[in-house]
């Protein structure tokens, strides 16, 4: 069975470094740029190596994650942790201390986000983090200083005696932080939870060469070998970025949103999911980025 890899959001400091990282959001140019493009090779290896791990595991199933988000909630907790913890944390996130220093990696994070987060009428994205925290637990104050100037992180006091109660405040914030997309992302807490960290994000963009939705009917999609469901197709004829990766047998497909969101789709031929799996890396992805024409 075909599949589809799609490159969006999950690797936006790639599509950030690629594609101009200057020009992403004039209302932060005090940030500087050249600290978040300094992390950004290491979050695209974690982003390719995680996707591994989970396709390995998925047995045909759908992945859907935001790897700029899980490394970002890692970094966090590297403000906060010690000894093998705070070790292995970083080599997840392919960090040697000996090539960059710790506050230079929670720098290139808290810029990374200044950078990205970005509103317009045709172009909205945003991340953020909050942290419950069990009310009557008080962390060292510089954790909490530092999570708030890094990583703007929103800091509530839970009650999480009283389960339901905290499933609804952070199930409450998440639904409002991501305009109603998200509707539950907690539930059977454990009264005995002592804090909950939790990450967001919201993208909506329009297509720099938007689909007529006059071409849009209904055909078969194939869920896998045995079952398939009507869905709603979008057609479209044009001009797109392209490119045929010969040695990994995929075509890939560049589409643009307006500004300066890109997306990659990746569809390999049949039966080469397994070899691009195996070969997705940080120098695929900048081969493929180089050669769309």
């Known amino acids: 069975m075909n599949r589809i890899i799609h490159l969006c959001l999950a690797l936006i400091v790639f599509s950030l470094v690629s594609h101009g990282h200057h020009d992403v959001d004039h209302h932060h140019d005090h940030h500087d ?5 300094k992390i950004q090779r290491n979050i695209a290896h974690f982003a390719t190596e995680f996707y591994k791990i989970l396709s390995a595991r998925s047995q045909d199933k ?7 988000s899980i490394s970002i909630l890692l970094s966090v907790l590297l403000l906060g942790v010690k000894s093998s913890t705070h070790a292995e944390i970083l080599k997840g996130l392919d960090f040697n201390l000996t090539d960059i220093q710790e506050d230079e990696i929670h720098q290139g994070f808290h810029d990374l986000l200044h950078l990205v987060i970005h509103s317009e009428n045709d172009f909205k994205l945003d991340i953020g983090q909050g942290l419950f925290l069990k009310e009557g637990i008080q962390p060292l104050q510089t954790f909490l200083d530092k999570i708030k100037e890094f990583y703007d992180a929103e800091i509530q006091a839970t ?5 339901k109660e905290a499933e609804k405040q952070i199930n409450d914030y998440i639904k409002k932080k991501t305009h109603g997309k998200i509707m539950e992302i907690v539930k059977d807490l454990d009264p005995e939870t002592v804090f909950v960290l939790t ?6 963009g329009n297509w720099k060469t938007p689909f007529d ?4 009917w209904q055909e078969d999609f194939f869920v896998d070998h045995n079952t398939t469901v009507k869905v709603q197709m979008m057609h479209s004829t044009d001009w797109f970025y392209s490119y045929f990766d010969s040695q990994l047998s995929c075509r890939v497909l560049q589409l643009d949103y307006n500004g300066t969101a890109t997306t990659f789709f990746v569809l390999p031929d049949p039966k080469k999911e397994k070899e691009l799996d195996e070969a997705l890396s940080i120098n695929t992805l900048t081969k493929w980025a180089k050669n769309v024409h």
Request: hydrophobic share 40%; charged share 15%; aromatic share 18%.
């Open 199 to 204: 990450n967001y994000i919201f993208f909506k």
């Open 33 to 37: 740029p050249q600290a978040a493009i």
């Open 213 to 216: 939705s006059k071409l849009t």
């Open 62 to 68: 759908n992945i859907v994650f935001s790897p700029c």
């Open 159 to 163: 009650k999480f005696q009283e389960p």
